[in-house]
């Protein structure tokens, strides 16, 4: 008879510390629950500190994985398709409902941008593409509870958030790539450094309900910029001076 992690084998020490990991990252489902619920109650600094707590866990599961080798251990249970499913609902889902809930959008454009929010980001998920080798992003990562935070941070014009959030959109399926920020080998000191600034100084945000220094709008938004644009400014620059 098979046990709670799938195994015939009587419950190894092991193979309860290698379940245990699952459901590490399974508990990002409830954590995307509370925060839905802070949402709709208009919360919105709870809500991302719940995702944030979520994004720390998608951050330590997969090292915690690896040292354990769960894969081995538990071949029944495939942590890569519940990642895609935790994934799905913080990164996309929770945070989609956020920016069409937000008011900083175009009334008539919000409730379609939320629309093709979830839809891009179901789709980019089930790409088998979506990262490269080289540990790069192919397009836009869906970084939906991202763009949600800067949405929240900025607050721009309603018809210039509108028209960011429709071109990222676009670009989740462009022929460009994203750096990974810690996976990515090439500057990989550099960009642990700039997420660990960039980190705190979202803690700092979060923490003080969005009301915070100039200086930390633009240090956050450089470092995003970083991130999106780096990879390709940097072939740009490659071709044409080969």
Not at 181 to 187: A, E, K, Y
Not at 191 to 218: G, R, S, T, Y
Request: aromatic share 10%; with cysteine; hydrophobic share 55%.
């Amino acid at each position: 008879m098979s046990d709670l992690t799938g195994q015939k084998s009587p419950r190894s020490p092991a193979s309860i510390r290698a379940f245990s990991v699952h459901l590490l990252t399974a508990s990002g489902t409830g954590l995307a629950l509370i925060a839905m619920l802070e949402a709709v109650r208009e919360h919105w600094a709870a809500m991302f500190g719940w995702l944030g707590l979520a994004l720390l866990i998608d951050a330590i599961d997969g090292p915690l994985a690896r040292r354990l080798d769960v894969g081995r251990r538990l071949p029944n249970w495939s942590g890569e398709t519940l990642d895609l499913v935790v994934d799905f609902v913080t990164y996309v889902f929770v945070p989609a409902y956020a920016i069409t809930a937000s008011g900083l959008l175009i009334p008539l454009a919000a409730p379609l941008l939320g629309f093709a929010i979830v839809v891009s980001g179901a789709l980019y998920f089930a790409d088998r593409r979506m990262k490269t080798d080289d540990n790069h992003f192919r397009g836009f990562p869906a970084l939906w509870n991202i763009t949600a935070f800067y949405l929240f941070l900025l607050k721009p014009p309603a018809a210039i958030g509108s028209a960011a959030l429709a071109l990222l959109v676009v670009l989740s399926f462009a022929p460009v790539h994203v750096i990974h920020p810690v996976r990515t080998m090439r500057f990989r000191p550099f960009n642990l450094v700039l997420m660990a600034v960039w980190a705190a100084l979202c803690i700092f945000a979060v923490v003080a309900n969005f009301d915070v220094p100039a200086i930390a709008k633009i240090v956050l938004c450089g470092i995003a910029l970083h991130i999106l644009f780096s990879d390709l400014i940097l072939r740009t620059l490659i071709r044409r001076f080969s």
